[in-house]
């Protein structure tokens, strides 16, 4: 570089630059503060709420007092039978999207469909569990209205990361297979889904963490405000940690200020460290690709 | 995917092989009949989602809907005696919360993103991406909490109002929840612009930022205008946040300071109140198809101009 003279123009340039960089440097900064102010506010108002007793009990006092409970395990529930329902759609719908779909009318079809659920507002589909779920497969407001309501709205999720993961198996893995006169599918569960397995599972991970905070799907499908026992099954209602946050926040009066900022953190916790876990796993197996 | 020699050459072999019609060939035909109805589903679910919201709203759009009013009223008065169904004010709600919002998340989401995707190197880089991932993954109750219960003090003491919950309040927060997936996406875009373009450039002697704005934002141009799009989707329809921080009262919105209600917001607020069948239960399910039907279109244009931005990177790479 020494063998170059910097001229006027040239200084002013770099100068334009620099400035640009701090600027966009800042611009990108302003989205990312308010959130860890935010965070510091949750932590630091919700300070004493946590204890054994804020995760074991059952809320006391019209939900003024006690714990948090019931909505976790409702949640667990929630998730389960939810995760039970789409990654099977989802993984299928992969396969077929990766493996077997060629250019056509159909496969374009197919691809919208996927963008338009991801796109569907959340109450739009809290409609769709109501009417279809809920009435039409008379579900009644329960556990599995739920779920399935929230199963077809994270399926996108799903079917994007794994079709991913399947696509990054290299094309030269399926011939070798093929070349060994295994049929399609063989090659498919031997080689493409070992080799993908783990794409997959992160996948799954951010389905569980969107599933977790969704609210709109569940308020009208088969969670409730309050109940003073577990579900016993899918035919249940259930409270969850997203309604619950609602609920004490808007619903109930003369609950400490502590309280829902407590359920606030946590439920963010949860969110955060699901999706820590996914990028952490993505991240790990990018490195140990060989390929 | 694009067929390759092998894999024809596999075909014809498979086809020849069909001849011999063993345990292997039942379980590929069964397993791809599974796959393809797997694929299916997709279109299946978005089509009952207008079916059955559809089903359920159709009793109100065929007997009591009076378009004119529906639309261009704002009197939503659902629960009087002699009710009036008009959704103008939950038009103006939902249109300023979500103006305000892309006011502020396009300008932020674009500028961090040429930053993540142009300046930053290597660790900070990487940094910022799994910042802005774990942004975008806060779920939309607690957005609406934080606006309920930090925004709203907030507001009222910095303007001197008496409501802290409204236009801005929900705008700032709608923003901020649109801002991290528009960025995302948004990179996404100038990624797809080859490397080719921004060497060409600077070989021309272009500095950085005259290589940005002259030849990778014009040509990553589609990809961020469906940026934008799928953000102006997000913020339309989302919920919780909305019906949390706008404070949820029918109004023609006319400063930042108004409260007023959202589509999304009255159908999540209303809906548990009405009785199964009654006109006003209809007539929720009538705005949830407004809200599909505008949600379709926004997606299928943003998908024209990925598509066009896809159409450009294949043919010029």
Known sequence: ?291 | MTSTKVELAHRASANAAALYRGRAWWVDRVAQGVVFLGGLSAIVFILSIFIFVAKEGLGFMVADLNIKEFLTSPEWRPTEDSPTYGILALMAGTASVTGLAMLIAVPFSLGAAIYIGEFATGKTREVLKVLVELLAAIPSVVWGFIGLSIMNPLIMELFDVPVGLNVLNAGVILGLMAAPIMTTIAEDALKAVPDSYREAAEALGATRWQVIFKVVLPSAKKGLVAAILLGVGRGFGETMAVLMATGHAINLPTSPFDSVCAMTATIAAELGETAQGSPHYQVLFAIGISLFLITFVINMAADVFVRGGLRMRSKKA
């Open chain 1, 1 to 291: 570089m020494s063998s170059f003279q910097t001229t006027d123009l040239n200084q002013s340039n770099r100068r334009k630059e620099s400035l640009v960089r701090i600027l966009l440097g800042m611009v990108t900064l302003t989205l990312i503060i308010p959130v860890g102010i935010i965070l510091v506010t949750l932590i630091a108002k919700s300070e004493g709420t946590f204890s054994w007793a804020f995760f074991s009990e059952f809320p006391r006092n019209s939900m003024t007092e006690g714990g948090i409970f019931p909505a976790l395990v409702g949640t667990l529930w929630l998730v389960a039978v939810a995760l039970l329902a789409s990654v099977p759609f989802g993984v299928a719908a992969a396969i077929y999207l990766s493996e077997y779909a060629e250019d056509t009318a159909l496969t374009r079809a197919i691809n919208l469909a996927i963008i338009n659920l991801a796109g569907v507002p959340s109450i739009v589909h809290a409609l769709f569990g109501v009417g279809a779920f809920v009435l039409f497969f008379e579900f009644g407001t329960s556990i599995l209205a739920a779920s399935l309501t929230m199963a077809v709205m994270t399926l996108p999720v799903v079917i994007v990361a794994t079709r991913e993961s399947l696509q990054a198996v290299p094309q030269p893995f399926r011939e070798a297979c093929w070349n060994m006169g295994a049929t399609r599918w063989q090659t498919i569960w031997r080689i493409v889904l070992p080799n993908s397995i783990s794409g997959i599972l992160t996948g799954v991970i951010l389905e569980v963490s969107r599933t977790v905070g969704e609210t709109a799907p569940i308020m009208f499908t088969g969670a409730a405000l309050f109940l003073p026992f577990l579900p016993t099954s899918v035919y249940d209602q259930t409270m969850a940690m997203s309604l619950h946050l609602y609920v004490i926040s808007t619903q109930v009066p003369d609950v400490p200020e502590g309280l829902p900022y407590g359920v606030a953190l946590t439920l963010i916790a949860i969110v955060m460290i699901l999706n820590s876990v996914s990028i952490g796993f993505r991240t790990y197996l990018r490195g140990k690709k060989k390929w």
